[in-house]
């Protein structure tokens, strides 16, 4: 029974998770379709066979498959007008009826720009979805705002070296404001052995000191590992206050634009090689997370949501073909050249995209298993 729960206590938040972070997605290029007049044929949360689904008014069918690890909206007439003909050959190939298009509804025949919207309108709608959830956490549990007024000094840490003291003020990192001690915090976080220049009040003026975060290692109880930048000094105790509706969206828009510049640098960081690849996680760690962040109750949940959302908006957003950002690279192609890329370039760039997603996928799993000792036991007994 103890293993029943703990099992449900992680799987159920991880299917609330990314069921809410897929729909929302699917949900931005379904109202975009048809914002621009597109008729959506499929609108699917999960992959595979329907386990539940029905069709509604406007002939579109919603449905749920018993693969949760994405879902997709199929768009009318998705194929262009070039390639209705082999569409109507497999059909009648494999002795089924031809589908018939709705003329004046179809994808393909629609302008460069509409379909670029229709497109780009899933990561758009998991940033508002970031930025919603964020503000009505700031409306109800309050948004932490600590000012960033050194309380202590670690000894022999980079914030001694540095020249820090008790009572100072940091008020800027690298000429960047910092107002709260949170600010500091995630930019410090992000590097490690990085040089930088803090601006301090001290005493009523201003002073201005170098310093260099010292690398850490922590360790959650999963065992994965993340390196971290550390000054090594305290500030004050937390404070929640609760923001007016307006107040609290701005505050939420703001936050999800420093969510997604922390991720990129993260990522930029990946790519550079003086961040370790090993903090790349799949579903396995997704649903790890999830489940231990579900233990603080929902607020945490709802903040691990909107992190994910912001992440789940990048990773679509990157230029590979398959995903929206590869498409909207060849969209562009096609609105400075005046015609598509020509569909054997198309086929090889999907196939190349493919090729990048499955290793970007076994690179994540090869980490949760890592991560979850599953290596280490199959070398144990392998050995």
Not at 153 to 163: I, L, P
């Amino acid at each position: 029974m103890e293993f029943l729960g703990g099992t449900l206590g992680t799987i159920l938040p991880f299917l609330l998770v990314l069921g809410v972070l897929i729909f929302f997605h699917e949900l931005g290029h379904y109202l975009a379709a048809r914002s621009v007049g597109v008729h959506v044929d499929v609108f699917s949360i999960g992959f595979g066979r329907e386990i539940l689904g029905w069709t509604g008014r406007t002939g579109t069918r919603w449905k749920v498959g018993w693969i949760p690890l994405g879902g997709y909206v199929k768009l009318h007439g998705h194929e262009g007008p070039d390639d209705r003909a082999q569409v109507v050959a497999e059909a009648k190939a494999k002795g089924e009826p031809p589908p018939v298009w709705r003329e004046g509804q179809t994808f393909g025949e629609k302008s460069v720009g509409a379909r670029a919207w229709v497109v780009a309108a899933g990561p758009i709608a998991n940033f508002l979805l970031a930025a919603v959830l964020l503000a009505g956490m700031f409306m109800t549990a309050g948004r932490p705002d600590t000012a960033p007024v050194i309380t202590g000094v670690q000894a022999e840490s980079a914030a001694e070296r540095a020249g820090l003291q008790p009572g100072d003020r940091i008020v800027a990192i690298d000429g960047r404001a910092t107002p709260r001690f949170e600010d500091v915090q995630s930019t410090v976080r992000l590097r490690p052995g990085q040089p930088m220049t803090l601006t301090v009040q001290r005493d009523g003026a201003a002073v201005t000191l170098p310093a260099t975060p010292d690398l850490r290692e922590i360790s959650d109880r999963f065992g994965n590992v993340q390196r971290i930048g550390m000054l090594g000094v305290a500030g004050g105790v937390p404070e929640y206050r609760r923001l007016d509706p307006f107040a609290a969206l701005a505050a939420g828009a703001l936050e999800t634009v420093r969510l997604t510049e922390q991720t990129l640098v993260a990522l930029w960081q990946m790519i550079a090689g003086t961040r370790g690849t090993d903090e790349i996680g799949g579903p396995i760690r997704i649903a790890q997370l999830s489940g231990q962040v579900a233990e603080g109750g929902l607020i945490p949940l709802i903040g691990l949501m909107a992190l994910l959302s912001v992440n789940l908006a990048l990773i679509n957003l990157f230029p590979i073909p398959i995903l929206d950002g590869g498409h909207l690279v060849m969209y562009a192609y096609e609105a400075v050249r005046g015609r598509p890329l020509p569909p054997r370039a198309q086929e090889y760039a999907f196939r190349g995209g493919l090729a990048i997603l499955l290793a970007i996928f076994v690179l994540a799993t090869w980490n949760d298993l890592t991560h979850l000792r599953v290596v280490d036991w199959f070398s144990r007994l392998l050995g």
